[in-house]
């Protein structure tokens, strides 16, 4: 059947300053990537804005209107040491979010089996109230509130593979018995939070990974504790935050995975999904900032969302 590329120039003008890590060329790597002829029965669709009130059910809607007004005219705005804003920003992350809604109402739809959403800047460390890490608005937690919201789905899951713990949107979650976040992550790593103890009410599964772990740990963290959870969980739509910086050549973390590991998971998920959730996934880019490695690795895992 069909998988859906969601993805907007407009993400390529979201520019945090020379030398950060999070450079527009990522989503140039990734974009070359998925021009080989192998990709070229993807779907490719426009990502459109998203709506204010999509936002609003992660980002009180004052907050989301306080930090687009925060985009500056010319150069750069600071929000953290890491986290800076430049003219392209706010259409950066209005696409960005848009891109997942957008997904999310086709593959609800029926218009395809899956999509990833080749998008920047990542969501994943985005509070409610507190944009962070490279992240304004936290798009994967968006799109599972428009599931659950606007298309009445009683349970969404989102999968976390990125090297990172997804701080914002296991915030976002943490108290929702309809929303499940599992995460594999290396700890202790940025942001400082993933410990197996945070369970949220029964719907935060965390799997902290020692740094330099490799495939073995991750394959057997996924295994034994991710795959079982989502699992009982029952998700009707799952939501991957597929984050490439877990790989070894990776400049910011240690876990040693390789593109055949980000194959392995997504089959992993992709297999849960299909018992559970008619196939339905909804794939978005995160972190990864080895710009071969980056490339390399979301092609693996697009490779696998294609072949079901
Ligand atoms: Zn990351």
Redesign the pocket.
């Known amino acids: 059947m069909t998988t859906l590329l969601f993805t907007h120039p407009a993400c390529l003008e979201h520019d945090p300053g020379r030398g950060h890590p999070e450079s527009p060329d990522r989503l140039r790597a990734v974009l070359a990537a998925l021009a080989a002829p192998e990709f070229a029965r993807l779907e490719r669709r426009e990502a459109p804005l998203a709506a204010l009130d999509d936002i609003g059910r992660v980002h009180p809607r004052a907050f989301a209107e306080r930090l687009l007004a925060a985009v500056p005219q010319a150069g750069h705005a600071g929000i953290d040491a890491d986290t800076v804003m430049s003219p392209g920003s706010g259409e950066a992350a209005l696409r960005a979010s848009g891109a997942v809604v957008a997904a999310v109402d086709a593959v609800v739809a029926g218009e395809a089996d899956n999509a990833f959403c080749a998008v920047r800047p990542?969501g994943?460390?985005a509070e409610p109230l507190r944009p962070m890490?490279f992240c304004l608005f936290n798009s994967v937690a968006i799109g599972a509130l428009r599931a659950r919201e606007a298309h009445g789905l009683a349970r969404v899951a989102v999968v976390d593979f990125?090297?990172?713990h997804g701080n914002g949107t296991q915030a976002r979650f943490a108290d929702d018995p309809t929303l499940f976040y599992a995460s594999t992550h290396q700890y202790p790593l940025y942001p400082g939070t993933g410990a197996a103890s945070e369970t949220g009410v029964g719907n935060i599964v965390n799997v902290p990974l020692p740094p330099r772990a490799g495939s073995q740990q991750f394959r057997l963290g996924m295994t034994r504790t991710v795959l079982p959870a989502l699992e009982q969980f029952r998700p009707e739509l799952v939501l991957i935050s597929a984050?490439f910086?877990a790989h070894k050549s990776d400049p910011?973390?240690q876990l040693q995975l390789d593109e055949a590991d980000f194959t392995w998971a997504t089959e992993q998920i992709l297999a849960v999904a299909q018992a559970h959730a008619r196939g339905r996934v909804v794939s978005t880019l995160?972190?990864?900032?080895d710009l071969r490695a980056l490339g390399a690795s979301a092609a693996a895992h697009v490779r696998v969302l294609m072949s079901v």
């Open positions: 990542p994943h460390h890490g990125d090297v990172h984050g910086d910011l973390a995160e972190g990864g900032y």
